[in-house]
Nanobody, 121 residues
């Protein structure tokens, strides 16, 4: 089994920044993509960003392009989401995901518990 633990969420004013972190542990995975998703109250979970194993491929939702940046740490079982110029509509629970069997914008085998991000206006 694989465990994902997110950290770095919190309360920030609009225009501010936060950096989310996620560390994978447990069973060793082979060359896996990682991603971030979010779910606002009353909404479905939505894709935010994804990164390939080597970091050469990154994908972003249109709503966060130019403001958010996904990266992998060293060792590669960690992933970060740098969130800048935050808006109230970015308020959500943010989830880390790992090991995509196909579409890295949608399908993952493992999910974290989530971390709350609240952006005040």
């Amino acid at each position: 089994q694989v465990q994902l633990v997110e950290s770095g969420g919190g309360l920030v004013q609009a225009g501010g920044s936060l950096r989310l972190s996620c560390a994978a542990s447990g069973r060793t995975l082979s060359r896996y993509a990682m991603g971030w998703f979010r779910q606002a109250l009353g909404n479905e979970r939505e894709f935010v960003a994804a990164i390939s194993w080597g970091g050469g491929t990154t994908l972003y939702a249109e709503s966060v392009k130019g403001r958010f940046a996904i990266s992998r740490g060293n060792p590669k079982n960690t992933v970060y989401l740098q969130m800048n110029t935050l808006k109230p509509e970015d308020t959500a629970v943010y989830y880390c995901a790992a090991d995509s069997p196909g579409d890295i914008m949608r399908d993952y085998n493992y999910w974290g518990q989530g971390t709350q991000v609240t952006v005040s206006s």
